[in-house]
């Protein structure tokens, strides 16, 4: 993982209720490594939105929308 990814996912864990963490993480370190390996795609990027968004602390929802925006415009 690299440095970006990292904060990226610590971002990300701090937002999610606890129960979801692990889950979380495990999920996150799976889609780096696509990015890693060039075969992480648009479709991968909403489902894990769409994810990741049952997930969240009701109050981090917006902020984490706005943060995945910027994270896959640098992706381009």
């Excluded at 979801?20 to 489902?47: A, I």
């Amino acid at each position: 993982m690299n440095p970006g990814q990292e904060k990226f996912l610590d971002f990300i864990v701090k937002m999610v209720k606890d129960e979801y963490k692990d889950t979380v993480k495990e999920l996150m370190t799976e889609n780096f490594k696509k990015q890693d390996d060039g075969t992480f795609s648009h479709e991968d990027m909403v489902d894990t939105q769409g994810k990741l968004m049952k997930m969240l602390k009701p109050e981090s929802v917006e902020e984490v929308k706005q943060a995945m925006q910027h994270f896959a415009s640098q992706m381009k």
